[in-house]
């Protein structure tokens, strides 16, 4: 009977373990020491005991907390943030968070509110935010008024809330968004309004909204910062019913899921009556688009005509001289010049990003918009034999231009003369090709971000990079070098004022020590995704302070004169390689646990060789390179064994010695 | 030693299995109509979700009416989808498509949050087309900004 009781204890001992493993899994995840934890999804009735009292950022959704009352968070008073989504919280007794004073987020989003005491929210000094989106309110009198005297924003999206009236002294003076998504309010009256009336430069957002009528003069001479009305079936009645507003951004777009009728342009009157900076119509189609149309955007600053199933934009459009960004994403042009640009000299944003049509480049297109700094032309299927010089003309003042993601391009010394002020060309994943060494970006002194990714470049011409003397930015990832190898003389060689390198996914097997000599301002470097060995760090002997990514690379041994160079920098990343982990690498592995904090992704920073330490971390091996124990006690019974020989030897010749005296 | 193995056994059985915690959720039936069947099986840890289509045929038609209902655990202010699609173990197609973007958010639902139970009857921008006989796996993720999972579906499609 003892064994077997002995073995009871044993097995008790074993699924006490295991417990002590299953409840160790439901802890809490800290993301900052005694300042921020996540809780989420693991089914907590209480705050766990594990918390320190110093929490100030709380994520505690998806728990189980049907009433919260002034014991359930007391001990935490240092609370900034409180998420408390779907926690199936019943009820908001008294007092909950009298004692958090310094509380200024609370998330109720997807709680079955049953009812929240007077002064359930009474307490913190600044609450700024409240979420209270799908509680099943239909009555604003719901929320407790008595300490929201602060509030910035209030998100009530998802209720049964029809009349955005809001009781009598209910505090709206520092409100600046009030979100009512998803509501079912179908009328807006000047006495609803009314209520808003102290809040200045107010975002509301009515999306999902089906609003069937404003009372004329509901908005009559009110200020506000945004207003959204996405996804309503009957535009007309909200142009008319802004009658006399101001606001600076009006979003009207639709959606694929929404039943709205066609455009027409008299729709539009409404828009003379009031004041927009900036109109969002995405997804809608006008039926009879023409220069009249735009009769009353005379004021408008920016325009979002995304997805408009455009074929053209009508030409002689007047009246739109003070318009300064436009957008036309995902629409069916052929060439660019259907667009007309000359009708918005103004215009310093143009976006054409997204074309359904391999769209045209032209030439000249928009050599009107003198004013233009920015240009986004991505994804749109253009292909080019000649670029950019035609296709840009007169663009004097273009900042940005971007030109990824479109089919090969063919590009001549000095491309971008026509856009000497350039500052950031992104051109990736579009394919760039050149008849011999051109140097296509010369001439762009005032340079600074430049994105080759995956260009398929010739990285053999050394001259291809030539006239950066600016650059201080240069993504080269995923592009080929001959032999896999960056050599003394590569094209880098020109970029003095570089500081961030990224040469990941190029394959690369080496680097030459003196590679990256003329590059002494560089601060952050990614070599990630190559297959370099340890001895390519010499490259970045000149360099002090860096960040340097050197993950999923080919890296066994790192020789001990190099951590010199790398104990100079500032962070290093060698996650996902093949480190060997015998006593080979001894110095690398001590510096290693002694430079921790200079390591990122050490998680995966984890031994590949011997067999018996693969997968372990680098931080938790512990190797012992002097002579073992075995070995110790193997050289002295050598030693005694010698002595022993030693004595006999000795003993013979005195024999053999004294026997012929 | 007798009693120790009985201990064994009766431990393996008492105590908690470990894989409890991940069970499987069940498989659901999208269509069975005709010779095409579709069946899913989400493969978030976390939850379950509920899809449906209106149509199910060999030939697909474009803009197809779908419901689904979930509870939402990320914010979907920007919404991404990924489709692998393999028979026989051989990857046939992968491509990855934008729901929901900043400056495109191209159904009503976007911008919805973290905690939001959805419900979504409406159609879908899919182009029409044939489908082969065969059977075909189907991996679908929908993710956010953050590369956090949305929704995760294994599906099956059997097509005869």
Same mark, same amino acid.
């Given at each position: 009977m003892a064994p077997c009781a002995s073995c009871f204890l044993l097995v008790v001992m074993f699924s006490a373990s295991c417990k002590a493993i299953t409840s160790s899994d439901q802890m809490c995840t800290e993301k900052e020491a005694n300042k921020t934890y996540n809780c989420e999804n693991l089914g907590l009735t209480e705050v766990p005991d594990t918390l320190p009292n110093t929490t100030e950022f709380l994520e505690f959704g998806f728990n189980f907390l049907p009433t919260v009352e /002034? %014991? %359930?968070?007391?001990?935490? $008073?240092?609370?900034i943030f409180l998420d408390l989504t779907r926690c199936q919280i019943n009820w908001v007794h008294e007092d909950t968070f009298q004692n958090h004073h310094q509380l200024n987020t609370i998330v109720l989003t997807g709680n079955p509110l049953i009812f929240m005491a007077e002064t359930s929210l009474n307490g913190p000094k600044l609450l700024k935010h409240l979420f209270l989106t799908? %509680?099943? $309110?239909? !009555?604003?009198?719901? $929320?407790?008024? *008595? /300490?929201?005297?602060?509030?910035?924003s209030l998100h009530l999206g998802s209720n049964y809330i029809s009349s955005i009236k809001f009781p009598e002294n209910f505090p709206i003076q520092n409100l600046k968004v009030l979100d009512f998504q !998803?509501?079912?309010? *179908?009328y807006l009256s000047s006495e609803d309004m009314n209520t808003l009336k102290q809040a200045t430069n107010l975002s509301l957002n009515f999306n999902g909204n089906d609003i069937k009528d404003i009372e004329p003069g509901a908005f009559h001479s009110k200020i506000f910062q945004s207003l959204k009305f996405g996804g309503s079936l009957n535009l007309s009645v909200i142009l008319k019913g802004l009658q006399n507003t101001t606001t600076k951004s009006l979003w009207l777009g639709s959606y694929e899921d929404t039943d709205d009728q066609d455009l027409t342009s008299d729709m539009f009157d409404g828009l003379c009556e009031m004041s927009v900076e900036s109109i969002n119509l995405q997804k809608h189609y006008i039926s009879d688009l023409s220069s009249a149309t735009f009769r009353c955007f005379t004021q408008l600053q920016e325009l979002d005509l995304t997805a408009h199933h455009l074929r053209e934009l009508p030409p002689g $459009?007047?009246?739109?001289?003070?318009?300064?960004k436009l957008v036309l994403n995902v629409n069916r042009f052929d060439e660019l010049c259907q667009i007309h640009a000359a009708s918005f000299p103004s215009l310093t944003d143009l976006s054409i990003k997204g074309n359904m049509k391999k769209l045209d480049f032209g030439a000249g297109c928009l050599e009107k918009l003198e004013n233009l700094q920015k240009l986004d032309l991505s994804h749109s299927d253009i292909e080019a034999s000649d670029c950019c010089n035609l296709q840009l003309k007169n663009l004097r003042h273009l900042q940005y231009l971007n030109l990824s993601y479109n089919e090969p391009l063919t590009l001549q010394s000095q491309a971008f003369k026509e856009c000497p002020r350039l500052e950031g060309l992104d051109l990736a994943f579009t394919r760039l090709h050149m008849k011999g060494p051109q140097s296509p970006f010369q001439n762009l002194h005032l340079l600074q971000v430049l994105n080759l990714s995956y260009c398929h470049l010739d990285t053999s011409n050394q001259h291809l990079l030539e006239g950066l003397e600016g650059l201080r930015h240069l993504n080269l990832q995923g592009n080929h070098f001959q032999d896999g190898s960056i050599s003394? %003389?590569?094209?880098?060689?020109?970029? =003095? =004022?570089?500081e961030i390198l990224i040469l990941s996914s190029c394959d690369l097997l080496s680097i030459d020590k003196q590679a990256f000599q003329s590059l002494g301002k560089m601060n952050h470097v990614d070599l990630s995704y190559n297959s370099l060995t340890g001895n390519s760090i010499d490259a970045l002997s000149h360099l002090r302070g860096i960040y340097l990514n050197m993950a999923a690379n080919n890296i066994h041994i790192i020789p001990s004169p190099l951590l010199l160079t790398l104990s100079q920098q500032n962070t290093i990343n060698l996650s996902h390689n093949p480190l060997d982990c015998t006593c080979l690498n001894i110095h690398f592995i001590t510096w290693y646990k002694e430079n921790l904090q200079k390591f990122e992704g050490s998680e995966e920073t984890v031994c590949a060789n011997p067999p018996t330490l693969r997968g372990v971390k680098l931080s938790d091996v512990k190797l012992y390179c002097g002579i073992t124990a075995v070995g110790i006690f193997f050289l002295v019974v050598f030693l005694f064994l010698v002595t022993v020989l030693l004595i006999f030897f000795i003993k013979f010749l005195l024999r053999w010695k004294y026997q012929h005296i | 030693m007798e009693g120790f193995t009985v201990a064994l056994l009766i431990w393996t059985l008492v105590s908690p299995s470990s894989s409890s915690n991940s069970k499987a959720w069940p498989t659901h039936t999208v269509c069975r109509e005709g010779n095409l069947e579709v069946f899913y099986q989400s493969c978030d840890p976390l939850q379950d979700f509920g899809f449906s289509a209106d149509q199910c045929s060999k030939h697909l038609k474009p803009k197809l009416n779908i419901r689904f209902g979930m509870i939402l655990r990320e914010d979907i202010k920007e919404l991404f989808l990924d489709i692998a699609l393999f028979t026989k173990g051989s990857s046939i197609l992968n491509f990855s498509y934008p729901i929901c973007e900043e400056d495109l958010p191209k159904f009503s639902f976007c911008g919805r949050r973290k905690g939001e139970q959805i419900y979504y009857a409406g159609p879908i921008n899919n182009p029409g087309f044939e489908i082969f006989e065969g059977e075909y796996q189907v991996l679908l993720e929908l993710y956010n900004e953050n590369r956090s999972t949305v929704a995760c579906a294994n599906a099956t499609v059997i097509c005869s």
């Open positions: /002034n %014991t %359930t968070f007391s001990r935490l $008073i240092d609370l799908q %509680t099943g $309110i239909s !009555n604003l009198g719901f $929320i407790p008024m *008595h /300490n929201l005297e602060n509030l910035e !998803n509501n079912v309010i *179908h $459009i007047q009246g739109m001289k003070a318009l300064k003394k %003389t590569s094209l880098l060689q020109t970029l =003095s =004022s570089l | -």
